[in-house]
Structures are given as C-alpha cells and as structure tokens.
C-alpha cells in the first residue's frame, strides 16, 4: 500500500525566506506526483505534476524535484511572501488515476 | 464561473439521516472522483468514476453509495449518516485523454458534521 510522508506538518518563516517542503513516498511504481495547494474554505488548487520521467518542473517562485528511485520530492519555494501561507499537499498517483496524499504541511509566512 | 462545484457547501445532520452531496463540472472530463479530509489523516478516496458506466470503490467506500447521472454529474450519498462520518468533502475531475499523468481538478468541498 502506498504511503504518502510529508515534512514538516508546520513551518513559520518571515517574509523573503527561501524554504523547502519534503514529501517522501514508499511505492516507487508512480505516474506522477503533483504538489497541491490548499486555503481554507477552498478546495486545493494544483501547482505541479512532475511525470514519472521527470526529474524537475519549475512555475514561477515554485520549483518542484523529484527522485523516483529514493521515494522523495521536495518542492522549493523561493522568496516567500504572505500571500504564500496555505496548506501545501504532495500526492502522487498510481494506477487508474487514483492519488495518495501526504497529510500536508501548513505554512505560514509572516509579514 | 467555477468549473466544479459542489453542493451544498456545508451541512449539519442528525445520526440516522440520509444525506446527498452533489458535484458537478464544467471542464467536460470523463473522471471524477469523490475524497473526505479528516484532521491529520490527508485526503482519502471514497469513490471514483471513468465514465458514465463505470463506478470504482476507492480506499474507504463502506457507509458510502455513489451514482453518475451523467457526464457531469457525480453525488455521493450516505445512506444512514454516521458522526465518525464528519469530514470535508471534495469531488475533483480529471481529464484521461490527455494521457496517464491527468491533473485533477477540485471542487470547493462540503463540509459535513453528522451530530
């Protein structure tokens, strides 16, 4: 059964920082993991999909890794603002597009 | 106009009631799928759908029935509601002509508290 990590469950960083989020996986056998962002009352919003082939995908401050063979993404968030602080979601999908995802990690962004 | 919504967006209800939720989408897909989000557990698929015709269970479908009326048109239904059934609702919708790795698309969820 696939099982879906991230790290940290929280994070609280002033304006401008750099941070990185981690999302770790235990099933190599994926199509895709997608980096999901979610605000409250609101329903999540898609940032990344980076394919099983792929090693990156980058949008705007958001670049997004991916290391199939040791189970890990991190995504990249740079100069972070407060219009940043949400919940951010790593899935990945596996068969019949069915997705697994992380618990989250909760970021805040101070001004 | 949001491409999937869903309705209603929160409800409260007695144990014992049957509760619908409905979801529909705009974006034309022929996927869609319905997830519950529990405090520290992430997001769970109940049930998923890739076509009219065609209904999957997912991770946790007991105390849950689904139908797909139409391409669009995909509730889900709690045949005798449950407080351990308390939960965020999302439908979501994908796209699986444009390949495997199809992004998907959520609605705004429905919050849900059985009493």
């Known amino acids: 059964k696939q099982e879906v990590t991230q790290i940290p469950a929280a994070l609280s960083v002033p304006e401008g920082e750099n941070l990185v989020l981690n999302c770790s996986f235990t099933d190599s ?17 898609s940032l990344l999909l980076i394919q099983s082939s792929q090693r990156e995908q980058t949008s705007g401050r958001l670049n997004a890794s991916l290391d199939k063979s040791s189970g890990r993404s991190t995504l990249y968030i740079a100069a972070s603002q407060p219009g940043d602080s949400a919940t951010y979601l790593c899935a990945v999908q596996t068969s019949g597009s069915r997705l697994t995802f992380g618990e989250g990690t909760q970021l805040t962004v101070n001004p | 106009d949001a491409d999937v919504t869903q309705t209603p967006r929160n409800r409260i209800t007695k144990t014992g009631k049957r509760i619908m939720l409905e979801c529909s989408q705009t974006k034309g897909h022929d996927r869609m799928y319905w997830y519950r989000q ?67 698309y959520f609605g705004p969820g429905t919050r ?4």
Do not use: H, M
């Not at chain 2, 849900?112 to 009493?115: I, K």
């Open chain 2, 38 to 104: 529990d405090p520290g557990l992430g997001l769970r698929l109940i049930y998923y759908s890739f076509d009219v015709k065609d209904i999957n269970k997912g991770e946790i479908s007991d105390g849950y029935s689904v139908s797909r009326q139409a391409q669009a048109k995909f509730s889900l239904s709690l045949e005798s509601a449950i407080p351990n059934q308390t939960a965020l609702y999302f439908c979501a919708t994908s796209d699986f002509r444009t390949g495997l790795t199809d992004t998907q």
């Open chain 2, 112 to 115: 849900l508290t059985v009493l």
């Open chain 1, 29 to 45: 056998a994926i199509y895709n993991l997608q980096w999901f962002r979610q605000d409250p009352g609101k329903g999540l919003t």
